[in-house]
């Protein structure tokens, strides 16, 4: 009844089972240790002293921007140049603008400052003149996939829809750091953006979409090994039906 085994269609059948179900099984295995990750990362993260309330620290010993660092504050000195917005920023359910001024230091290259956020329709306050010295939560640079960046492009100049050296290479002649800060203190008229935790240490959407992901490749494991067994059955019947003549 079960000579049909031997056929080659049932031998690839049989092969594509014993590879997909393994398969299955380490994919799941691997999304599961990405969720993991993502938890001991959050955890480690709420143990970790808070960083703003560390004593500032001159910018370019906390670069590159990492997961130690990310909300450290950080202090600079410089010139303001050129400021810009960054339009459809949500502050407290509020929609408005980052006010972004480039700040451009002492060692010659452009820091981006987030001088605050500004209600939508308000008129940014400009930036004061002459050497200033600056300290704010240090971030890393935006890229598409950060809430609330906007790729869709067609803004009008003066506005930015990423805080990154790569949004700026093109606008501005200067050298941009890889890096962001946003002040503690705003000016009148703006209010304080606050810092964001670094990448990869929250648990957000992305390390449930990792849980779930888990969830399918063991789900498909077993419709893999479901399906092998009611084809090995309904052929049985078949070739039992066939011997008796039916």
């Not at 820091?111 to 500004?118: H, I, K, S």
């Not at 010295?133 to 067609?154: C, D, M, N, P, Y």
């Not at 606050?194 to 849980?211: E, H, I, V, Y």
Request: charged share 20%.
């Amino acid at each position: 009844m079960y000579r049909f085994l031997r056929t080659p269609r049932w031998w690839g059948i049989n092969v594509f089972v014993l590879l997909a179900i393994p398969f299955c099984l380490f994919m799941g295995t691997w999304q599961m240790g990405k969720f993991e990750d993502r938890v001991a990362s959050h955890e480690q993260a709420e143990r970790r002293p808070d960083p703003s309330a560390q004593a500032p620290e001159a910018l370019d010993a906390l670069l590159p921007v990492d997961k130690e660092t990310s909300g450290r504050v950080a202090r600079a000195s410089g010139r303001y140049s050129e400021q810009f917005l960054v339009p459809d920023r949500e502050l407290d359910g509020r929609s408005g603008a980052y006010v972004l001024t480039l700040l451009k230091t002492d060692g010659g290259r452009a820091l981006p400052v987030v001088r605050g956020w500004l209600p939508a329709g308000a008129k940014a306050p400009a930036p004061p003149a002459g050497e200033v010295t600056v300290t704010g939560a240090l971030q890393a640079s935006e890229s598409q996939g950060t809430k609330g960046v906007r790729t869709a492009g067609g803004l009008p100049q003066g506005q930015l829809g990423m805080i990154s050296a790569a949004s700026l290479v093109n606008v501005v002649p200067d050298d941009v750091y890889d890096a962001w800060i946003t002040l503690t203190e705003s000016p009148a008229g703006l209010t304080p953006v606050p810092a964001k935790a670094a990448a990869g240490t929250g648990l957000d959407m992305k390390a449930f979409q990792n849980l779930g992901y888990t969830a399918e490749w063991f789900v498909f494991a077993g419709f893999v090994l479901f399906m092998w067994f009611r084809l090995l059955r309904r052929e049985a019947e078949a070739s039992r039906d066939a011997a008796l003549g039916l």
